[in-house]
Structure formats: C-alpha cells, structure tokens
Nanobody
Framework: QVQLVESGGGLVQAGGSLRLSCAAS????????MGWFRQTPGKEREFVAA????????FYTDSVKGRFTISRDNAKSTMYLQMNNLKPEDTAVYHC????????????????WGQGTQVTVSS
C-alpha cells in the first residue's frame, strides 16, 4: 500500500507562484512513476505533469509547459510541483498519484491517489 498526502495549495494572485508537495509512505517510493492531475467542477480530471521513478524523465501538458516544474526527492519520498506564473485557469484541486504503468498521462493507469489540495488563482 502507498499513502499520498498533498500540501502547499492556497490562494494566490495571477502571476504568483506555489509549490505543491506530495509526501508518500508505505512501499519504496522510487519504484513508482508519479503524476499530478487537477480537477474542477464540471470538468474531467486533467493530466498536468508526470515524472519517472528515477526522476530522469518528465512530461507536461501543453498548457503548463514552461510554467510548472515537476520534481522528486526519493530520499525524502516526496514529489513536488513548482507552479510559476499562475493563471486563473490553473484553479483546481490538485491530486498526486502513483503508478507502475508507463502510460503516465492517463489517470486510469494510476493506482494510488492523494486527497487533493486546492489551488485558487485570482485575476
């Protein structure tokens, strides 16, 4: 079993920054590929970013590329999402997730999910 807990969300103005953290416990963290997804009312869960178990490969949805950076510290069993130049359309509940699958952009392939952290960006 893997437990995931997100933190770092909050309310910021457009153009501001937040750093989300996802702390993992349970099985060895480094064996899992990790991802960030976000969801707003009335919309499907959206892929945001993913990172391989070693941290050597990263992936981003086009709308956040150049603004968000995903990273992980396996020694601390923690994944991060640095979000810069935030926009109102980034407002969502952000979830971290873990998977053994190589299809890192598909929410259905993730096995473990955190409870989510709210990010609100005001205009």
């Amino acid at each position: 079993q893997v437990q995931l807990v997100e933190s770092g969300g909050g309310l910021v103005q457009a153009g501001g920054s937040l750093r989300l953290s996802c702390a993992a416990s349970g099985r060895t963290f480094s064996i899992y590929n990790m991802g960030w997804f976000r969801q707003t009312p009335g919309k499907e869960r959206e892929f945001v970013a993913a990172i391989s178990g070693s941290g050597s490969s990263t992936f981003y949805t086009d709308s956040v590329k150049g603004r968000f950076t995903i990273s992980r510290d396996n020694a601390k069993s923690t994944m991060y999402l640095q979000m810069n130049n935030l926009k109102p359309e980034d407002t969502a509940v952000y979830h971290c997730a873990a998977t053994a699958s190589l299809r890192l952009t598909s929410a259905s392939r993730y096995d473990y999910w955190g409870q989510g952290t709210q990010v609100t960006v005001s205009s």
